[in-house]
């Protein structure tokens, strides 16, 4: 099958022909500002289907939404025309087509041109209004405000939040791809003039959305993690990673370093506990300590080592040996002093989980010797 792709390297093209190329097409014609125009006659003799992504969103001059949005859309058809192919064309349009504004007229007028051309050659056309989508390989200041919000958090620039109430509809680029992929497998009959929804939407106004990009950035201080099971929150954060700064991907742990090793906290979550990384040196003892309701999991994942257990109303002591050469999680139940023994001659390193986050005020953690 053979795939034109106009805008092959603006943002929703550079994402739909990343994943045609994961699915397995290789027959991608690719149409953008650096393509010979003259190729164009060439693509619309041989093509099976058309995705029509390229388009014009901040030129220098007003004129210029019509000729790259409205012009070059009627080109396009014309060539199809002209070559008689009546392959589908997906066309993506935008929802300032609603408004009375140079960018929305120019849409417009792209979305009556593919209309009229499906019912005059009776070609399957699918127009998809679409609202501010985001994600990765979004450039800023031109695509969406999310994306000009994750570049100038990331760097500590200045963002402007000039309505905070603003109510916005925001679709993510990979359910857009998605979707745009399940009709070039299965396309459907239409040719009724109506223009489609990508059919995942998110609604958030201007300030929350501020407001939760931020929280990204403090979440390498405050080490906690975002509500991964909301999923607008779960795709602004994919998001964000993408434009951190090359040289700013790793950061630093506060290390709680003595003679012994060390303690170091990874991750946080309001509502699953938080993740630590504990370093024994050998000989070293760490714990003799039990909880009334906080219960932890360890796992050794380095070195070797024992973890030591006596329920406190007896005098039985039960041993676990554990080594990282075998993964294997052990629970730390409720009203059990415990305690965990570097065994071997290197570091013990364990990765330790407890069920809530540490309350200073409130550590639930009582001295006793296993």
């Given amino acids: 099958m053979k795939i034109l792709v106009t805008g092959s390297k603006g943002f929703i093209g550079k994402n739909l022909v990343a ?4 699915l397995g097409y290789r027959d991608i014609l690719h149409f953008n500002r650096d393509t010979e125009p003259g190729l164009l006659d060439s693509y619309t003799k ?17 004129e210029e939404f019509m000729e790259g949005n409205a012009n070059l859309t009627s080109q396009l058809l014309d060539s199809l025309k002209k070559n008689n192919n ?3 064309v997906l066309m993506t349009s935008s929802i300032q087509a609603e408004k009375d504004n140079p960018y929305g007229e120019s849409k417009l007028a792209g979305e009556e041109l593919v209309f009229n051309y499906g019912k005059e050659t009776e070609a399957q056309v699918y127009v998809y209004r679409l609202a501010n989508v985001f994600g990765k390989w979004s450039k800023p200041n031109y695509n969406t405000v999310v994306a000009t919000y994750c570049h100038n958090i990331a760097r500590n620039l200045e963002i402007q939040v000039n309505n905070p109430d603003a109510q916005l509809t925001l679709c993510y680029i990979d359910d857009a791809i998605k979707e745009f992929i399940s009709i070039l497998n299965s396309p459907k009959q239409t040719n009724d003039g109506k223009y489609y929804k990508v059919s995942k939407e998110y609604q958030i106004t201007l300030d929350r959305l501020a407001e939760t990009i931020k929280s990204f950035k403090e979440s390498r201080t405050n080490l906690m993690v975002p509500n991964m099971g909301d999923e607008l929150t779960k795709k602004l954060y994919s998001t964000y990673l993408s434009f951190i700064p090359e040289d700013e991907f790793s950061y630093d742990l506060k290390m709680n370093v003595d003679q012994r090793g060390s303690f170091t906290e990874f991750l946080k979550t309001s509502d699953r506990g938080q993740v630590s990384i504990n370093v024994s040196k050998p000989g070293i003892t760490k714990g003799n300590h039990w909880h009334h309701t906080k219960n932890e999991k360890f796992l050794v994942v380095s070195g070797q080592g024992q973890i030591r257990f006596r329920k406190l109303d007896t005098s039985e002591i039960i041993e676990y040996n554990v080594s990282g050469e075998k993964l294997e999680v052990v629970d730390i139940p409720t009203g059990y002093t415990h305690s965990i023994v570097n065994t071997g001659e290197t570091d013990l390193v364990t990765v330790m989980w407890a069920n809530e986050l540490f309350d200073q005020g409130n550590p639930d953690t009582y001295y006793a010797e296993v």
Wanted: hydrophobic letters at 30%; proline letters at 8%; one cysteine or more.
């Fill in 86 to 88: 009546t392959s589908p």
């Fill in 19 to 22: 994943e045609l190329t994961n």
């Fill in 46 to 62: 041989k093509c099976d289907f058309v995705f029509h992504l390229a388009g014009i969103n901040r030129p220098e001059k007003e």
